[in-house]
């Protein structure tokens, strides 16, 4: 694992360590990990917002969509039951 240092003011890093403190961190590198983290997953859940807005309209998802989803669902757990 690499190490990076980083300067926080006085507010920021007090505000950390209330973070650390608070929700059970071991360290403050834990809670930045997190953060980071977080911060990743936002960015791609925002790609794929951004591909499906930009794709083709298809179908209106409505009751019978709903109700083959459905079905494909319950083959799907019934094919993995092992009696």
Do not use: C
Not at 19 to 44: N, P
Not at 52 to 74: E, I, K, W
């Amino acid at each position: 694992m690499s190490t990076m240092n980083i300067s926080l003011p006085d507010a920021l890093k007090t505000f950390v360590d209330e973070q650390v403190s608070q929700r059970g961190y071991g360290t403050s590198s834990e809670y930045m990990r997190e953060l980071i983290r977080k911060e990743q997953d936002r960015l791609q859940l925002r790609g794929l917002l951004l591909v499906g807005a930009a794709s083709a309209p298809t179908a209106p998802a409505d009751a019978a969509y709903f109700g083959g989803l459905r079905d494909r669902v319950r083959k799907a757990g019934q094919s993995g039951v092992r009696g």
